[in-house]
């Protein structure tokens, strides 16, 4: 497998991509009457906050019944009991109602005469708080919510997912609208080398060997033109007995030179891919990464939770899977959290603790010796080698880290961010040039 193509964080070039899967959605249903909601809205709040200011400053007085009030009322309901134990007459209990009901109607006019307004000052306080209540929600919904979006059922999500697939732009569309990629110093020697490369590779164009040197070589100095012809030529040469981890290369170099983002030609080979190889780690991760490119997280989350459960955990894919899983659940809206995941077991951590510090220097010294014996032969992702460079800065080996850095540049030369990210760790740590 090519190494130093994007191989984790592929969701770091989309860190907003909630924000734009909403944006890219909200757009089918732009065309209802955005004033209208918002004019409705404007007068129910005023209504809301008239009825809140006009109770606010109704008098104290009515915060209870007066008392005069309740007893003429007790006194309605005992001539109701009196009348049926018939120490009442129909006549007399008729004439004590309407004297009772007087009274009571009468109470109640000086009761509402009485009350007062509260004071000026208390009016302008009250209509504070509840202009400031409802402005206090307005700001939250505009945090939290999404105004300006219409209504978005799952089906209408779906329908949106699936046209930004069909449209989404080619290679060539994509490429031309990138800014230029730095290009890689390769110095003298190795230029050399390389012009005789090229020029073997003219003279024996079905090579096999030259032209996966080729496309292995032009993709590290940034050549992602020359990358995929030679790359190409080799599956052509090679026809049905080309492997799957070459074919993969194909679509990394397409995803390296559109920085991160999976065309529908890089597509097309990781079809074919998985056609040839359904369980292939490297190509399963890259579909999920283009599934969560064009608003489809949920599918990305399923592939990216099987290859994590599969393992194993050092895998470059796995690692990748990891570094996004937690993203596209929080996109696709599923509960998630990722499980800790430390390098040493408790068994392992009680060992360390119970050795001598020569062993326990003894111990580290194997670990990372083992990181860097993998990633100077294999390469790996930039999460790994700024471990390395970590690791001996700690164990203050300068010559194995310029090393490291050194080998590093040539892994990561299809990642700029990645590469300048374990340069600036391999500055601080006194490491290079």
């Not at 920085?259 to 891919?273: C, K, M, N, R, T």
Request: hydrophobic share 45%.
């Amino acid at each position: 497998m090519l190494t130093g193509l994007p191989s984790c964080g592929g969701l770091a070039p989309f860190a907003d991509e909630g924000k734009g899967l909403h944006e890219r959605q909200g757009l089918l249903g732009m065309n209802m009457d955005l004033w209208l909601f918002w004019a409705i809205a404007a007068a129910l709040t005023g209504m809301v906050a008239m009825v809140m200011v006009q109770a606010l400053r109704r008098g104290s007085d009515l915060a209870e019944e007066h008392p005069d009030l309740k007893v003429y009322r007790d006194q309605l309901a005992e001539v109701d009991r009196d009348l049926a134990r018939g120490t009442l007459s129909q006549d007399e209990a008729q004439r004590l109602r309407l004297e009772v009901s007087r009274r009571l109607l009468e109470a109640d006019r000086i009761l509402q005469a009485e009350a007062r307004p509260v004071a000026r000052g208390s009016l302008i306080g009250a209509a504070a708080v509840v202009f400031a209540v409802l402005a206090g929600a307005l700001w939250l919904y505009d945090r939290l919510g999404a105004p300006g979006y219409a209504d978005l059922p799952l089906a209408s999500r779906l329908e949106a997912a699936e046209l930004a697939y069909k449209t989404r732009p080619s290679q060539a569309e994509t490429v031309a609208t990138l800014p230029p990629t730095q290009p890689v110093d390769p110095g003298e020697e190795f230029s050399g080398l390389m012009d005789k490369l090229r020029a073997a590779v003219e003279a024996r164009p079905d090579d096999a060997m030259g032209l996966e040197l080729l496309a292995r070589n032009e993709t590290a100095l940034g050549n992602y033109d020359a990358a995929y012809a030679a790359q190409t030529r080799l599956m052509a040469a090679l026809e049905d007995s080309a492997s799957p981890d070459q074919r993969l290369i194909a679509a990394q170099i397409l995803i390296a030179q559109a920085q991160g983002y999976v065309s529908p030609e890089a597509e097309a080979h990781l079809i074919d891919v998985l056609r040839r190889d359904p369980k292939h780690g490297m190509a399963r991760y890259l579909t999920g990464l283009m599934f969560a490119q064009y608003g489809r997280p949920d599918r990305a989350f399923d592939l990216w939770k099987a290859l994590v459960d599969e393992g194993p955990d050092e895998a470059p894919w796995v690692v990748a899977a990891r570094a996004d899983l937690e993203t596209a659940a929080a996109l696709a809206g599923i509960p998630f959290d990722m499980p800790d995941q430390s390098g040493l077991s408790d068994a392992d951590m009680a060992a360390a603790a119970e050795m001598t510090p020569e062993d326990r220097a003894a111990m580290i010294e194997g670990m990372v010796g083992q990181l860097e014996t993998r990633l100077l032969a294999d390469g790996g992702p930039a999460e790994d080698w700024l471990r390395l460079i970590n690791a001996l800065q700690v164990l203050n080996q300068t010559d194995r880290g310029t090393a490291a850095l050194r080998a590093a540049e040539v892994d990561l030369a299809a990642d700029p961010g990645a590469l300048q990210a374990v340069r600036e760790a391999a500055a601080a740590a006194g490491f290079g040039p």
